[in-house]
C-alpha cells in the first residue's frame, strides 16, 4: 500500500462524505469528481448505513421514558422538603450520645466509647440487612424516648421512607418498609399531627414523596415484589382521606403532563413492538406530542421522530420498503435500492 | 437530527428541568432521546437493552442536572459523555468485551434470531454488518453515519484528532463495503 495514496483517498472520500450529507446526488457527485470513482462501494456503504438514522424509540417507549424522567425529578423536587425536619432530631441523638460518651468514660471506659460512638455514626447510614441496622434502630427507640407519640410516628414514617428511597435507587425494593412507613404515617394522622404548623407540612411533603415513588415502583420494581408494593400504593390511596386529599391524589408535577399511565411491558406488547410494521406505528399514535415550554410547534424533523423502533417488516412489504446494501458499479443508487433480498442472499 | 445538534430554547428548558418542571423535561427527552438510543442501539445490537440503557441515562441526567454548568460543552456532548459512561458501566457489568466476533454471532441481532434473512429490517442489517468492524471502527461508523455527528465532534467524542478518525473512517467503510460485497 502507498501511504501518499492512501492519505489522497481518505481526504477525498471525506471531501465526498460531506458533500453527500449536504445533499449532493452520488452519481452527480461522482461525475464531478472522477478521482472518487474507486470509492463508489464505500460512498454507497455510507448512504446505506445513514438509512439507519430512520431509527428511533417507539411512540410508547418514549412516553415511558418522559414519564419516568418526570417521576424522578419530582421525586427529587419533594425529598429535600421532607427531609430537612429530620436533622432538628440530629441534636437530639448528639444529646443522647454524649450522656452515653459522659457515662461510660465515667467509669474509664473511654475506649470503649469511641468504638461505640464510630458504631452508632456508622450505623445511621445503614438499611434493614446490613450488620450496623439493629444498631441504627436501638438508637433511635433512644431518640424518640422524648418525642410526642404523633412527633415519633411521623419521624419514623419519614426515617422508614428514607431508607425505601435509599435502597430502591440500589436496586432493592423492600415492601416491608414501604408498609412501616405508611402505617406510622397513618398513625400520625390520626394522633393528629395534622395541625396548622410543620407537621402538617411534612405529612403532606412524605405523602407526596411516597406516592411519587410507589407509582414508579409499578413501572420499575421486579415482578416479585411488584404485587407487594401495589398493595402498599392502595394504601397509600386509602390514606387520602386521612390526610384530606382527593383520594390517589398524584404530586403536582405531573399533573400537567399528557403522559397516560402505560400498560406494564408484557410479552404481548413487545411482540406487537417488534412486528408492528414501520407504516403501521403512526397509526396508533393517540395524539401529537405536547408543546415543549417556549416551542410555538413541534420542531422540525421531530414529526419524523415517532417513526418506530427497528421492527420486522412483514413478507411481501419488505421488498418495497426496505432498502438492501449497497450493490456496487452496477446496483441502483441507495435510496433506489430495493433489493430483492438481504445481505445474506 | 444529530445528537449534539442544540435546539433554540434548549438552555431554558434546562433551566426550568433543574427545578423540577415536567414539561421542560418532556422537551429534553424528545429532543435527544432518540439519538441517544441510535448510538446504545447499534453499540449493544439489542433494541430492549438499548431501550433500558436510554432510560438510565436520561435518569441520570435527571440526578446530575443540577451540577451541569455549560462551560464550553453543550448539553448534547454532556449527556453523550452520560451514554458512553453508562454503555462502559453495562459492559463491565457483563464482564465481556463489547465486540463480537462475527463468528459468535451467527444467530444475528437478538430481534431476529428466529426471523428469515430476506425479512430483516435495515436497522438489523446495519447491526450485522458492524460486527465485522474494530471497536474503534465501530465507534466512529456508530457516531458518524447512525447517530450523526459530524467528524469533528467524532473525534471530540473519542479524544482522537481528526485525521485519525478520517483514517478510520476510511478503514471501517471498506471493511464493511467488502463484508457486503461478500454475502450478497
Known sequence: MDPKRDALEIEILERCLRRLEQGADLETLLREVPEAVPLRPLLETALWLRRGQEVALSPAARRRLIRQGQLRAARRAAAPRASRPVFRWAWALVAVLGLILVLLSAVGAAEASLVLLSAVGAAEASLPGEPLYPVKRAVEGLVTLGMSPEERALYLAERRWSEFEASAARGRWLPDLAEESLARLEEAARLGAEGPAGPAARLRALYERQGVLLEEAAAVAPPDVRSALARARQRWAGLAPVLGRPEGGIPEPTRSVETPVLPEPTAEILRERIHTPPGLEKQETPSAPRTPPGQEKTPPGQEKKETPRPVRTPPGQEKKDTPGPPRGQDSAPPGDQGPKGSPGR | ?184
Open chain 2, 1 to 184: 437530527m444529530g445528537l449534539l445538534t442544540p435546539h433554540p430554547e434548549e438552555r431554558r428548558w434546562i433551566a426550568r428541568a433543574r427545578k423540577g418542571d415536567p414539561e421542560a423535561i418532556a422537551a429534553l427527552y424528545q429532543h435527544y432521546a432518540d439519538g441517544v438510543y441510535r448510538y446504545l442501539l447499534y453499540r449493544v445490537g439489542d433494541a430492549e437493552l438499548a431501550e433500558d440503557l436510554t432510560a438510565d441515562v436520561f435518569l441520570k441526567m435527571i440526578e446530575d442536572l443540577p451540577r451541569y454548568e455549560e462551560r464550553g460543552l453543550p448539553f448534547g456532548a454532556w449527556l453523550f459523555r452520560i451514554a458512553r459512561a453508562r454503555l462502559i458501566d453495562h459492559w463491565r457489568r457483563q464482564g465481556r468485551r463489547p465486540l463480537v466476533a462475527l463468528e459468535d454471532t451467527e444467530t444475528g441481532p437478538q430481534l431476529s434470531q428466529d426471523i428469515p434473512e430476506d425479512e430483516i429490517a435495515v436497522s438489523e442489517m446495519i447491526q450485522r454488518a458492524l460486527r465485522v468492524l474494530t471497536e474503534e471502527q465501530r465507534e466512529v461508523v456508530v457516531l458518524r453515519f447512525l447517530v450523526g455527528m459530524s467528524l469533528e465532534e467524532v473525534a471530540r467524542a473519542m479524544g482522537k484528532s481528526v485525521g485519525a478518525v478520517k483514517a478510520l473512517q476510511h478503514r471501517a467503510l471498506s471493511a464493511l463495503a467488502r463484508y457486503l460485497e461478500k454475502i450478497r
